[in-house]
C-alpha cells in the first residue's frame, strides 16, 4: 500500500490551534483532549498554521522592530476611531458585541461605507449570514450611502468567505455575525462553540496574515453577557461593547483594546438616516428644566477618556420600611453610596442610617470615578433636607473617610468644561481663579445650603 505523503500535525478541534505534537489541552483555548490527528502537504501547512506570519524562530532586539503603530485605518467616524484608540489597526480582529436590535449592522454598514468611499482603492466586504443582500442594499438606500463600493456576501458558509477574502483581499471585512458561520471542519451541528470558535479562529488568523481589519460582530444576552463569544475574547485584539440608555442614545465602549486605552467613550444617537455621532455631549447628561432644580439633585464635571461631560446626579431618600435599610443604585456603585451616606452622617450628624437610599443618574451613563464623591454628599444632603441646589452648581472632589474634600486629577479641564455651559458656582478642593475652594464636607454644607 503506498503511503500517505504530508506532514502530521495535531490540530485542536475546538478552536483549530496546531501544534507539532499531541497535547492533553489546548493552549489557546484552553479546552481539553481536543487535539487530533491531521496530515497536511507541507504546502498547505504555511498557510494552516497559526497566524505564522509573525511567529518568530530566533529573537531579535525590540528596538529593531518597526512599530505597527502607523497602521491604522480610519474609519472616518470620529466616535468610532475614538474607542478603537485612533483608527483600528490592520492585521487585527476586533468584536463587537450588542444586544439585537441596538444598530450593529447599521453602525457597521456605515463604517464600510466611510472607509470604501475615502479610496477607490478600500475593498471592503460585508459578509451577512444574517440578512439578505435585498435587505442590506434597502438598509443602504435608506441611510442614503453609497453601496457601488462595497462588496456584499450573504453566506453562512466559512469556505465562501475565506474564497472571497482571497480573491477580494480587502483591508476592511465585516462577518455579521459570527454566531451564524458554519464549517464541516468544526462537527455537524451548526451553534456550538466549536464552531464559533474553529470558524473565529480561521478568520483571525486570515486578518492577522493580511492587512486587513475584521470585524466580528456578536450578539449578547440581555445580561449583557457575550454568550458564545465570551470565549472569543481572548482570540481577538479588541472588544467593543454597544449599550443604549433609555432614549435613543447608543455607548459604545472598548472592554479590551491592544491597541489603545479602555477609557474611551463613543456617543450616537440612532435617528431615521442612522447612527449620527453626537459632536458635543458635555452638556448631555443633564436634565433640561424651565423651573429651578428639585431636592435631591447635584452635578458633577466627569471625565469619561479625554472628555468632561457634565452628569446630573439624582438622590432620594425616604424612611426606611423594614429594620434593614437598603441602597438601590444602579449607575453608581452602592458600597460608595453607602460610604457617602456614612461620612454624612458622622460629620454632619445628619441620619442616613434609617433610611432608604436611591439614586439615579440622569442619561443613564455608569458613573465610577472619586471625583462624585462631593456631588453625590450634595445630592444626598439635599434629599434629605429637601433644600435644592442653586441650578449653576457644580461640585468636583473625592470624599474621605474623615470628611476631608480631596483633589482629584484633571481638576483644570472639570472646571473650565462646567464654566463654559453657564455653571457659576463650582466647587472644587484645589485652588482656581474660577471656583470656590472647599475642602471639607462642613464648609461644601455651608456653601451650598447656607440657610439649613
Ligand atoms: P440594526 O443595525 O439592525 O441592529 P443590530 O444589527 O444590532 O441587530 O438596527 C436595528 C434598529 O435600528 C431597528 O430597530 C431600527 C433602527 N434603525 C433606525 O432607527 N434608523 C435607521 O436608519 C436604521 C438603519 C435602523
Ligand atoms: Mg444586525
Known sequence: MAKKKGVLIYKCNSCGNTQPRWLGRCPECSEWNTFEECLINPSEKKANSDSNDWIMQKPVKLSSVNPMDGDRIFTGINEFDRVLGGGAMKHSAILIGGEPGIGKSTLLLQTAAAISNRKTENTVLY???????????????????????????????????ENALNTLN?????????????T?????VPGTINQLKYCANELITWAKEHPCVLMLVAHITKEGIIAGPKSLEHMVDTVISFEKNNDDVRFLRAQKNRF??????????????????IEDPSSMFITQRSSSLPAGVAIVPVFEGSRV??????????????NVTRVYSEKIDFARVSRVAAVLEKSLGLRFSDQDIYINVAGGIRLTESAIDGALSAALYSARTSIPLSESTAIIGELSLAGEIRPVQKIKQRVKTALSLGFEKILCPEKDDNAILCTDIKSLVKILFKNS
Open 127 to 161: 459578509v451577512s449570514g444574517e440578512e439578505s443582500a435585498g435587505q442590506i442594499r434597502s438598509r443602504a438606500d435608506r441611510l442614503n450611502i453609497p453601496s457601488e463600493n462595497i462588496h456584499i456576501l450573504c453566506t453562512s458558509k466559512l469556505e465562501d468567505i
Open 170 to 182: 480587502p483591508i476592511f471585512c465585516v462577518v455579521d455575525s459570527i454566531q451564524t458561520i458554519f
Open 184 to 188: 464541516p471542519e468544526a462537527g455537524i
Open 260 to 277: 489603545g486605552s479602555i477609557d474611551e467613550l463613543g456617543l450616537f444617537s440612532m435617528q431615521e438616516k442612522g447612527l449620527i455621532p
Open 309 to 322: 461631560f457634565l452628569v446630573e446626579i439624582q438622590a432620594l431618600t425616604v424612611p426606611a420600611k423594614a
